[in-house]
């Protein structure tokens, strides 16, 4: 069977030889993603929460491709999903795992988006809401999500979170990164040409267009496409923790976002965004 690499790790995963770029490892190896959306990105962890909760089937089987520490994994298990999460990274896994035994039960393993460890057609859906910006290659993007509909049974659902292609245009410019005509030049070549080079930190990633998006999506076999806005750029807010924190602030934020989240002028210029669709019926 071959080998699957992961950084310095090897697994004996079904696929091709993969690896993980190794400034993106060694940035999750650090324990950074332990807690960001709960306590960081309070405002993406609840929007997408609440997509996710209009999306998804009522019942049924999860994958979890990319999924971290299992912030998603454990909210779904808990609402009584079968879940199951993939992650590349083995800080991540050991974290699951832990998160799982302290609660809501699911299963976690090692794996890679592009070569899922499942049979064809076992998941009622699939939601995906790292790898997208972490894979800055179009092919592995395609490969990404073509395992993501093999997976899935006739009629699954997958969701996918990308990053907005102005996400770091914007948080340049609130930096004041901008003022300096060498980061300035930066700036404009992520944003043009949507790719982060391993030389900015924290990892590469890769940047969408909302239509870009959706072609990407449907370009994969998927039908019934969606793109949905999902903190615009309310994630720049100088006081967005405290806004979360006092009840009428938050739900003021998430009623707007609510209403105006598939409007293109909003998910033109969200910080992240969500891709909903269905595999095609047999």
């Known amino acids: 069977m071959p080998r699957t690499t992961f950084g310095e790790l090897v697994t004996e995963d079904?696929?091709?030889?993969?690896?993980?770029?190794?400034?993106?490892?060694?940035?999750?190896?650090?324990?950074a993603e332990l807690g960001r959306l709960e306590q960081v990105n309070l405002l993406e962890f609840e929007r997408s929460k609440i997509l996710l909760s209009q999306h998804l089937p009522t019942t049924g089987r999860i994958i979890d491709v990319g999924g971290g520490p299992g912030a998603y994994a454990a909210w779904l298990?808990?609402?009584?999903?079968?879940?199951?999460?993939?992650?590349?990274i083995p800080l991540h896994v050991q974290q699951a795992k832990a998160r799982s035994d302290a609660g809501a039960s699911f299963r976690a393993r090692l794996?890679?988006?592009?070569?899922?460890?499942f049979d064809d057609g076992v998941a009622d859906a699939v939601v995906m809401m790292g790898p997208l910006f972490h894979l800055t290659s179009a092919g592995d993007r395609h490969r990404a999500l073509a395992e993501c509909r093999r997976v899935l049974r006739p009629g699954g659902t997958l969701a996918a979170t990308a990053m907005g292609r102005f996400f770091l245009f914007y948080k340049a410019v609130v930096?004041?990164?901008?003022?300096?005509?060498?980061?300035?030049?930066?700036?404009?070549s992520v944003t043009t040409s949507g790719l982060r080079p391993s030389t900015e930190?924290?990892?590469?990633a890769y940047s969408h267009r909302p239509d870009d998006l959706e072609r990407e999506i449907a370009g994969s076999g998927f039908v019934g496409v969606s793109i949905h806005a999902i903190e615009g750029i309310f994630n720049l807010l100088g006081d967005l923790p405290q806004r979360m924190a006092d009840p009428p602030s938050r739900q003021a934020l998430l009623e707007l976002l609510h209403t105006f989240e598939?409007?293109?002028?909003?998910?033109?210029?969200?910080?992240h965004l969500m891709a909903t669709a269905r595999a095609p019926e047999a």
């Open 111 to 117: 794996g890679d988006a592009r070569a899922l460890p």
């Open 201 to 204: 930190p924290p990892f590469p």
């Open 175 to 188: 930096g004041n990164v901008v003022r300096e005509p060498d980061a300035r030049a930066r700036v404009v």
């Open 77 to 88: 298990a808990g609402l009584g999903f079968d879940v199951d999460l993939v992650d590349p």
């Open 14 to 31: 079904p696929g091709d030889a993969v690896t993980v770029d190794p400034v993106m490892a060694r940035h999750y190896a650090s324990g």
């Open 262 to 271: 598939e409007d293109p002028s909003m998910t033109g210029i969200s910080g």
